[in-house]
């Protein structure tokens, strides 16, 4: 019976947070006109969402593509098939590994230093301060941060697989001797900008958009604690992460599905 | 930080993530040349009844050592043939009676051309065209073919047995 509790108990919890969220977003979306007005303060947060992570996207995504070159010749030299390395690269990064990895990575940099930081603020009383000021938390605080997250994202993600592709070509071509016009051909010949680059694109805008929201709801609603941040932190890498993945399955099943 | 710098670094980030994008459009979608190697080259055709799988930047191989790449191939409006042109790199010199044939490398791989060098005294020079060619090899027609001759092997066999057997019944 109790096991039976908790299920309920935590399913509840799931559909009142999933509700709050929504709420939040909409609350974003109404107030978004500040992005504009203030553009400088998105352009501020792009800085330390987007430029912060340039490095940790760029260093992840070159070995991934170093790991997908030497297990996709290795494995692919079996079949005497390694001439379609460069597409099978190119197709896993694009339309999967790309996106989902980099936001993964975006979650736990920027998205955990996101909700660290509204934590904070909570917690030293910033924002109700702002509120006795007639300063909007909200517009003020959350809105910059949200739409630099969505901003960055697409942007990271394709650095991603640049980075990706140029481990695989370092590792296939220049390591393992593969031809280089091969290489660079089947990928060509193979990978369509509206089917694979662009799909990719809408993806890791959407994972942005899920990563940032999630980041800055745990921020502006954890507890005014060090406890209470830390765990909200937790829960932003945790959430989004998990969420990347759900959203992954329902977004391949819709664009990737023939 | 200082404003500026700040906006520096933005501009940069965005500058990168665009490059990123027109990278992959352009690069990895196939918008533009690559893999065409350093030097000078000259660029000589060949015609095909029939050019299988062969891409542009496939590999040209004369002995199997890279000698060059495809440029482009389109179909001859007038003879129906797929037209090819070769950028062959300067330092190699090839006579006017080269014979190209499409090669596959392995069993399921990748084509390439491959150039046989002939016994002319005149070399192959820029815009000439390769009038000795074979065409790719199609597994599908061979296989077809391979079924035809075994169905007709099969008939043939079953229809000289018949009369050894008719005077036993």
């Not at chain 1, 979306?29 to 352009?43: E, P, Y």
């Not at chain 2, 095909?48 to 000698?67: H, M, Q």
């Not at chain 2, 075994?150 to 066999?157: C, D, K, L, R, V």
Request: glycine share 10%; with cysteine.
């Amino acid at each position: 019976m109790n096991f039976i509790q908790t299920i309920g108990y935590n399913t509840l919890q799931f559909i009142r947070a999933l509700g709050s969220v929504c709420l939040f977003f909409i609350q974003i979306l109404s107030k978004s006109g500040t992005a504009l007005i203030r553009f400088k303060l998105s352009v501020r947060q792009v800085y330390f969402a987007g430029v912060l992570s340039v490095l940790i996207i760029a260093v992840s995504g070159l070995f991934v593509g170093m790991v997908l070159g030497l297990q996709g010749y290795t494995q692919l030299s079996k079949f005497k098939s390694a001439d379609i390395l460069g597409y099978m690269v190119a197709a896993s990064l694009l339309r999967e590994l790309g996106p989902v990895l980099a936001a993964i990575l975006f979650a736990s940099s920027a998205g955990g230093a996101m909700t660290s930081e509204i934590g904070l603020m909570k917690t030293t009383e910033q924002l109700e301060a702002m509120n006795v000021m007639a300063v909007n938390p909200v517009a003020r605080v959350v809105v910059p941060r949200f739409w630099a997250g969505v901003f960055s994202m697409p942007l990271l993600a394709s650095i991603f697989n640049v980075a990706g592709i140029y481990g695989a070509y370092l590792i296939g071509v220049q390591y393992l001797g593969l031809d280089s016009g091969i290489f660079w051909s089947q990928m060509q010949s193979n990978i369509s900008f509206g089917y694979d680059v662009l799909n990719g694109l809408i993806k890791s805008t959407v994972f942005g958009l899920a990563v940032t929201l999630i980041a800055v709801h745990q921020g502006f609603h954890s507890v005014p604690t060090s406890e209470g941040i830390l765990r909200a932190s937790t829960r932003t890498v945790v959430s989004s992460a998990l969420t990347v993945l759900a959203i992954d399955f329902i977004l391949t099943a819709l664009m990737f599905t023939e | 930080m200082k404003k500026s710098v700040l906006e520096f670094w933005v501009g940069l980030f965005v500058l990168l993530g665009i490059f990123a994008i027109g990278f992959l459009a352009f690069r990895v979608a196939g918008g533009v040349s690559v893999g065409g190697g350093s030097g000078k080259t000259y660029t000589v055709y060949a015609d095909f009844t029939d050019i299988g799988g062969l891409k542009t930047n496939a590999p040209v191989k004369a002995a199997g050592v890279l000698v060059g790449r495809v440029g482009s191939i389109s179909l001859d409006p007038q003879t129906y043939q797929a037209k090819v042109s070769l950028n062959l790199n300067s330092q190699y010199q090839f006579s006017s009676d080269v014979s190209a044939q499409i090669l596959t490398s392995g069993l399921l791989g990748e084509q390439y051309i491959g150039l046989m060098q002939g016994g002319d005294m005149e070399n192959l020079e820029a815009g000439d065209t390769i009038t000795l060619t074979a065409s790719a090899l199609v597994l599908e027609n061979l296989i077809g073919k391979f079924m035809t001759n075994f169905t007709e092997q099969n008939a043939n066999g079953s229809s000289t047995e018949e009369p050894v057997q008719a005077p036993s019944e």
